[in-house]
Protein backbone atom coordinates (compact mmCIF):
# COMPACT_ATOMS: atom_id res chain seq x y z
CA UNK A 1 0.00 0.00 0.00
CA UNK A 2 2.90 2.66 0.89
CA UNK A 3 3.96 2.17 -2.53
CA UNK A 4 0.59 2.61 -4.43
CA UNK A 5 0.31 5.91 -1.66
CA UNK A 6 3.37 7.92 -2.78
CA UNK A 7 2.80 7.02 -6.58
CA UNK A 8 -1.07 8.59 -5.72
CA UNK A 9 0.52 11.44 -3.90
CA UNK A 10 3.13 12.00 -6.56
CA UNK A 11 0.74 12.12 -8.85
CA UNK A 12 -2.01 14.63 -6.67
CA UNK A 13 0.81 16.67 -5.74
CA UNK A 14 1.22 17.76 -9.74
CA UNK A 15 -0.22 21.48 -10.30
CA UNK A 16 -2.29 19.65 -13.32
CA UNK A 17 -3.79 17.23 -10.38
CA UNK A 18 -4.33 19.80 -8.50
CA UNK A 19 -6.35 21.79 -11.58
CA UNK A 20 -7.84 18.54 -12.19
CA UNK A 21 -9.15 18.36 -8.68
CA UNK A 22 -10.22 21.54 -8.43
CA UNK A 23 -12.81 20.77 -11.50
CA UNK A 24 -14.14 18.09 -9.47
CA UNK A 25 -15.68 20.19 -6.51
CA UNK A 26 -17.43 22.18 -8.87
CA UNK A 27 -21.16 21.47 -8.60
CA UNK A 28 -21.07 19.27 -5.92
CA UNK A 29 -23.07 21.17 -3.62
CA UNK A 30 -22.38 20.67 0.42
CA UNK A 31 -22.84 16.83 0.63
CA UNK A 32 -20.25 14.75 -0.86
CA UNK A 33 -19.61 11.13 -0.73
CA UNK A 34 -15.91 10.30 -2.03
CA UNK A 35 -15.58 7.04 -3.00
CA UNK A 36 -12.64 5.39 -3.68
CA UNK A 37 -10.83 8.24 -1.42
CA UNK A 38 -7.59 6.53 -0.86
CA UNK A 39 -5.92 8.90 1.27
CA UNK A 40 -8.50 11.03 1.38
CA UNK A 41 -6.86 13.88 0.01
CA UNK A 42 -10.03 15.09 -1.81
CA UNK A 43 -11.96 14.41 1.45
CA UNK A 44 -9.83 16.43 3.54
CA UNK A 45 -10.38 19.61 1.33
CA UNK A 46 -13.93 19.25 1.11
CA UNK A 47 -14.58 19.04 4.56
CA UNK A 48 -11.50 21.87 5.21
CA UNK A 49 -14.14 23.86 3.04
CA UNK A 50 -17.02 23.59 5.04
CA UNK A 51 -18.84 20.94 2.92
CA UNK A 52 -19.91 17.16 4.81
CA UNK A 53 -17.85 15.23 2.87
CA UNK A 54 -17.63 11.64 3.64
CA UNK A 55 -14.48 9.22 2.28
CA UNK A 56 -14.97 5.48 1.67
CA UNK A 57 -12.62 2.92 0.44
CA UNK A 58 -12.54 -0.46 0.67
CA UNK A 59 -8.66 -0.82 1.55
CA UNK A 60 -8.22 -0.53 5.27
CA UNK A 61 -5.01 0.62 5.14
CA UNK A 62 -5.63 3.39 2.86
CA UNK A 63 -8.43 4.57 5.81
CA UNK A 64 -5.88 4.17 8.31
CA UNK A 65 -3.64 6.48 6.29
CA UNK A 66 -6.48 8.72 5.33
CA UNK A 67 -7.74 9.31 9.23
CA UNK A 68 -4.33 10.22 10.46
CA UNK A 69 -3.30 12.92 7.52
CA UNK A 70 -7.02 14.14 8.16
CA UNK A 71 -8.19 13.82 11.26
CA UNK A 72 -11.26 16.16 10.67
CA UNK A 73 -12.35 14.39 8.00
CA UNK A 74 -15.05 11.48 8.42
CA UNK A 75 -14.19 8.18 6.14
CA UNK A 76 -16.16 4.85 5.98
CA UNK A 77 -15.07 1.32 4.97
CA UNK A 78 -17.62 0.08 2.22
CA UNK A 79 -18.02 -1.16 -1.47
CA UNK A 80 -18.25 1.45 -4.13
CA UNK A 81 -21.38 -1.56 -4.98
CA UNK A 82 -22.91 -1.47 -1.44
CA UNK A 83 -22.59 2.23 -0.03
CA UNK A 84 -24.19 2.13 3.58
CA UNK A 85 -26.32 5.40 3.14
CA UNK A 86 -29.82 6.19 2.84
CA UNK A 87 -31.31 6.78 -0.72
CA UNK A 88 -30.78 10.23 -1.52
CA UNK A 89 -28.62 11.36 1.49
CA UNK A 90 -25.75 12.97 -0.83
CA UNK A 91 -26.08 16.41 -3.19
CA UNK A 92 -22.31 15.14 -4.71
CA UNK A 93 -20.71 12.19 -5.51
CA UNK A 94 -17.39 12.20 -6.42
CA UNK A 95 -15.11 8.97 -7.52
CA UNK A 96 -11.44 9.39 -8.85
CA UNK A 97 -9.06 6.78 -9.85
CA UNK A 98 -11.33 3.84 -8.57
CA UNK A 99 -13.68 2.41 -11.32
CA UNK A 100 -11.36 0.43 -13.32
CA UNK A 101 -10.78 -1.76 -9.57
CA UNK A 102 -14.56 -2.43 -9.70
CA UNK A 103 -15.36 -5.36 -11.38
CA UNK A 104 -18.91 -4.28 -12.07
CA UNK A 105 -18.57 -0.40 -12.61
CA UNK A 106 -22.50 -0.36 -14.00
CA UNK A 107 -23.25 -1.01 -9.95
CA UNK A 108 -21.23 1.34 -8.38
CA UNK A 109 -22.75 3.95 -10.77
CA UNK A 110 -26.29 2.81 -9.95
CA UNK A 111 -25.11 3.30 -6.26
CA UNK A 112 -24.14 6.95 -6.91
CA UNK A 113 -27.42 7.08 -8.46
CA UNK A 114 -29.30 5.97 -5.75
CA UNK A 115 -27.02 7.90 -3.03
CA UNK A 116 -27.59 10.99 -4.99
CA UNK A 117 -30.53 13.48 -3.98
CA UNK A 118 -32.86 14.88 -6.93
CA UNK A 119 -30.49 17.39 -8.91
CA UNK A 120 -27.76 15.87 -7.28
CA UNK A 121 -24.33 15.50 -9.63
CA UNK A 122 -22.00 12.23 -10.08
CA UNK A 123 -18.17 12.86 -11.17
CA UNK A 124 -16.10 10.46 -12.65
CA UNK A 125 -12.02 10.39 -13.20
CA UNK A 126 -10.23 8.31 -14.64
CA UNK A 127 -7.78 6.91 -17.35
CA UNK A 128 -7.93 4.54 -19.59
CA UNK A 129 -5.39 1.93 -18.75
CA UNK A 130 -4.97 1.07 -22.81
CA UNK A 131 -3.84 4.56 -23.66
CA UNK A 132 -0.97 4.94 -21.78
CA UNK A 133 1.31 6.28 -24.34
CA UNK A 134 5.02 5.97 -23.22
CA UNK A 135 7.68 6.80 -25.69
CA UNK A 136 10.62 3.67 -26.25
CA UNK A 137 13.00 2.12 -28.28
CA UNK A 138 10.78 -1.08 -29.22
CA UNK A 139 7.19 0.58 -29.98
CA UNK A 140 5.60 -3.36 -30.27
CA UNK A 141 6.40 -4.53 -27.05
CA UNK A 142 5.94 -1.04 -25.32
CA UNK A 143 2.36 -1.69 -26.96
CA UNK A 144 1.92 -5.55 -25.55
CA UNK A 145 2.96 -4.62 -22.54
CA UNK A 146 0.64 -1.42 -21.88
CA UNK A 147 -2.22 -3.86 -22.78
CA UNK A 148 -0.97 -6.87 -20.59
CA UNK A 149 -0.50 -4.22 -17.80
CA UNK A 150 -4.45 -3.39 -18.17
CA UNK A 151 -5.92 -6.78 -18.67
CA UNK A 152 -4.23 -7.47 -14.67
CA UNK A 153 -6.79 -4.88 -13.85
CA UNK A 154 -10.54 -5.71 -12.80
CA UNK A 155 -11.96 -2.94 -15.76
CA UNK A 156 -9.34 -1.53 -17.59
CA UNK A 157 -11.21 0.62 -20.07
CA UNK A 158 -13.74 1.71 -17.87
CA UNK A 159 -12.71 5.57 -18.45
CA UNK A 160 -14.49 5.28 -21.97
CA UNK A 161 -17.71 4.20 -21.13
CA UNK A 162 -18.24 6.35 -18.23
CA UNK A 163 -20.20 8.76 -20.44
CA UNK A 164 -22.41 5.99 -21.61
CA UNK A 165 -22.73 4.21 -17.57
CA UNK A 166 -24.10 7.49 -16.41
CA UNK A 167 -26.84 7.80 -19.41
CA UNK A 168 -27.57 4.51 -18.82
CA UNK A 169 -28.44 5.58 -15.37
CA UNK A 170 -30.38 7.88 -16.31
CA UNK A 171 -28.17 10.94 -15.64
CA UNK A 172 -28.71 13.73 -17.96
CA UNK A 173 -26.43 17.01 -18.81
CA UNK A 174 -23.36 14.59 -19.09
CA UNK A 175 -20.40 16.20 -19.93
CA UNK A 176 -16.82 15.17 -21.23
CA UNK A 177 -13.41 16.29 -20.32
CA UNK A 178 -10.49 14.68 -21.06
CA UNK A 179 -7.14 16.09 -19.68
CA UNK A 180 -3.81 14.97 -20.92
CA UNK A 181 -0.88 14.37 -17.92
CA UNK A 182 2.58 14.78 -20.08
CA UNK A 183 5.22 13.20 -17.87
CA UNK A 184 9.12 14.24 -18.40
CA UNK A 185 10.93 13.38 -15.55
CA UNK A 186 11.93 10.59 -13.25
CA UNK A 187 8.96 10.07 -11.19
CA UNK A 188 6.91 8.35 -13.44
CA UNK A 189 9.47 5.59 -12.86
CA UNK A 190 7.66 3.94 -10.25
CA UNK A 191 4.82 3.58 -12.02
CA UNK A 192 6.74 2.45 -15.56
CA UNK A 193 8.15 -0.22 -13.20
CA UNK A 194 4.65 -1.76 -13.01
CA UNK A 195 4.07 -2.22 -16.62
CA UNK A 196 8.13 -3.82 -17.44
CA UNK A 197 11.12 -4.82 -16.10
CA UNK A 198 14.50 -5.85 -17.89
CA UNK A 199 15.85 -4.32 -20.95
CA UNK A 200 12.54 -2.47 -21.76
CA UNK A 201 12.67 -0.72 -18.28
CA UNK A 202 16.86 0.06 -18.51
CA UNK A 203 15.76 2.07 -21.41
CA UNK A 204 13.25 4.12 -19.68
CA UNK A 205 15.64 4.74 -16.58
CA UNK A 206 17.99 5.50 -19.27
CA UNK A 207 15.75 8.54 -20.58
CA UNK A 208 15.08 9.68 -17.95
CA UNK A 209 18.76 10.14 -16.91
CA UNK A 210 19.02 11.77 -20.49
CA UNK A 211 15.69 13.90 -20.17
CA UNK A 212 14.49 11.96 -23.17
CA UNK A 213 11.51 10.33 -20.73
CA UNK A 214 7.96 10.53 -22.33
CA UNK A 215 4.70 9.61 -21.54
CA UNK A 216 1.00 10.88 -21.37
CA UNK A 217 -1.87 9.74 -19.85
CA UNK A 218 -5.26 11.31 -20.72
CA UNK A 219 -7.51 11.31 -17.94
CA UNK A 220 -11.54 11.88 -18.41
CA UNK A 221 -13.64 13.77 -16.19
CA UNK A 222 -16.83 13.06 -17.00
CA UNK A 223 -20.66 14.43 -14.90
CA UNK A 224 -24.12 14.30 -14.99
CA UNK A 225 -27.32 14.86 -13.18
CA UNK A 226 -29.16 13.10 -11.23
CA UNK A 227 -32.99 13.61 -12.11
CA UNK A 228 -36.29 12.18 -10.76
Same mark, same amino acid.
Given at each position: ????? =???? #?? @? @???? #???L????????????????????? #??????????????????? @??? *??????????????? &?? %?????????? =????????????????????? #????? *????????????? &? %??????S @???????????????? *? %???????????????????????????????????????????GD???????????????VA???????G %??V?
Open positions: MSTLL =TMLD #AL @D @DLPE #ARDRERTYESLGDTVVDVGCGGGR #ATGELTARGVAAVGVDLDP @DML *AAAKQRWPEAEFRLA &DA %TALPFDDGAF =TGYRADKVLHAVPEPERAVAE #ARRVL *ARNGRAVLVGQDW &D %TILIDS @DPDRTRALVHARADGM *A %TPRAGRRYRNLLLDNGFTDVTVQVHTFVFTDPMILAMLETIGDWLDDQVARARDDRLFLPVFLVS %TRG
